[in-house]
Structure formats: structure tokens, C-alpha cells
């Protein structure tokens, strides 16, 4: 993807006609699923939890993509260390030969342990971030900001409102 792209899906995202806290929940639940080490299947993962909660499948696949292929390496060597720390072990030396399953096997625990609460951190942050990205997006366009008035005052999206008898 390049910049344009990724602008252009962006304001995709912030313009759903969703309520702002749907939209942020499922991309928090995207950045936590994004930060597990589930390798290969993070938007298989992503679209099952968007169907399972009923979230928005744009906005969790997007969050699940916030982990790059940059980052993955850092992200599990941070996962390791906190989870070495909080089962009182000390941390032996982090060294991938590959990024597979089977290099992970022995920092298994400690990589799901870590991953599991930097994931629940990430996503809190990222629901908040989104929140407000959504709400300040939206005051731009009159239109925009009339439908986040009315969806935060009906606490509910206005398409299941209106479907409903």
C-alpha cells in the first residue's frame, strides 16, 4: 500500500456510518489480534472476531494489520521480556534463526503471555485514539457530524434503528 492508499482507507474508515464506538471497537480488536503472534492468520482471525462480536469487518481486518512486518520482530521481543518478567524467570537471550512456529516453540508462554497484555494495552489506546479520530473527522462535514450526534445520542448505529419494527 502506499500513502495515497492508505489515506484514501482511512478517511474510508472514519467516514462509516457507524456509531464512533463501533467503529473503534473493532479496530481495537483488530491492533490486539494484530499483536498475538498467530502469524499467517491475523485477518482470518480478524474477520472470525468481527463475525463473533459483530464488529465492523473494515475496521477489525485494519486493526490487524497495524503489526507490520516491521515491527513484528520488536513487538515479540517485547512480548518475551514482559512475560519472562511476570513469571519471575529471567529472561534468557531472544534469538529467532526464522520467523516460524517452531523457532517460537520455546518462548512460547512467555511470547503469549507478553503478547496478551501489550496486545490489551495497544488496543485500549487504539479504541480511544480511534474514537476521537472518528468524532474530530466527522465535525469537518456537516453531514458527517449530524450522523455522530445522532448515533451517540441513540447510544446505537442508526441503520439497526431504523430496521427495527
Sequence with gaps: MNKEQIKQRMKAILA????????????????????TPFFGIHTPLAIAAAFL???NKLTTITGAW??????VVPVLAASYKLGEWLMGA???????????W????????????????????????SYF?????VVRF???????????RES?????DLEQEQEKP
Design 16 to 35: 462509516l456510518d457507524s456509531h464512533p464506538g463501533h467503529i473503534a471497537a473493532g479496530f481495537a480488536v483488530g491492533v490486539f489480534i494484530s499483536i
Design 53 to 55: 462480536f459483530r464488529l
Design 66 to 71: 497495524v503489526n507490520t512486518p516491521l515491527t
Design 90 to 100: 529471567k529472561a534468557r537471550p531472544f534469538c529467532l534463526s526464522e520467523l516460524s
Design 102 to 125: 517452531t523457532a517460537l516453540k520455546p518462548y512460547a508462554k512467555s511470547v503469549f503471555l507478553g503478547s496478551s497484555l501489550i496486545g490489551l494495552g495497544a488496543a485500549i489506546i
Design 129 to 133: 485514539l480511534c474514537y476521537w479520530l
Design 138 to 148: 466527522r465535525r469537518k462535514d456537516p453531514g458527517l457530524a449530524e450522523l455522530t
Design 152 to 156: 451517540i445520542l441513540t447510544g446505537e
